[in-house]
C-alpha cells in the first residue's frame, strides 16, 4: 500500500522560496506519473503540478516559472522548489500517486 509523505512545509514572507518533499517506500516515483495539488481555505484543491515516470512535467499557469517538481535518481522522493511565493500559494499541499493521498504540508506566504 502507497502511503506518500509530505514535509517542507512552513511560513515565508512573499517573494521567498520553500522546497517541498513527498516521500514514498520503494522506487515509486521512478516508476509511476505524481502529482502535487494544493488546497487553499475555502477553496477547491487544485492541480500544481505532475511530473510522469517518463519524466515529462506539467505545471499550472498560476506557478509557471516560479515552481520547479523534479524527483530524486533513487526515485523515492520527489521535490517541489518554490520560489518568488505569493500570498495566493498559501494552502496545504499535498502529494498524490497511485491514487493515495499524503497528510498534507501547510505553506503559508505573508504579505
Known amino acids: 500500500q502507497v502511503q506518500p509523505v509530505e514535509s517542507g512545509g512552513g511560513l515565508v514572507q512573499a517573494g521567498g522560496s520553500l522546497r517541498l518533499a513527498c516521500e514514498a517506500s520503494?522506487?515509486?516515483?521512478?516508476?509511476?506519473?505524481m502529482a502535487w495539488y494544493r488546497q487553499a481555505p475555502g477553496k477547491q484543491r487544485e492541480l500544481v503540478a505532475s511530473?510522469?515516470?517518463?519524466?515529462?512535467?506539467n505545471y499550472a499557469d498560476s506557478v509557471k516559472g516560479r515552481f520547479t517538481v523534479a524527483r530524486t535518481s533513487n526515485g523515492y522522493t520527489v521535490f517541489l522548489q518554490m520560489y518568488n511565493l505569493k500570498p495566493e500559494d498559501t494552502g496545504i499541499y499535498y502529494c498524490?500517486?497511485?491514487?493515495?493521498w499524503g497528510p498534507g504540508t501547510q505553506v503559508t506566504v505573508s504579505s
Open positions: 498524490n500517486i497511485l491514487g493515495a
Open positions: 511530473l510522469s515516470a517518463n519524466g515529462a512535467r
Open positions: 520503494g522506487s515509486i516515483f521512478r516508476r509511476n506519473d
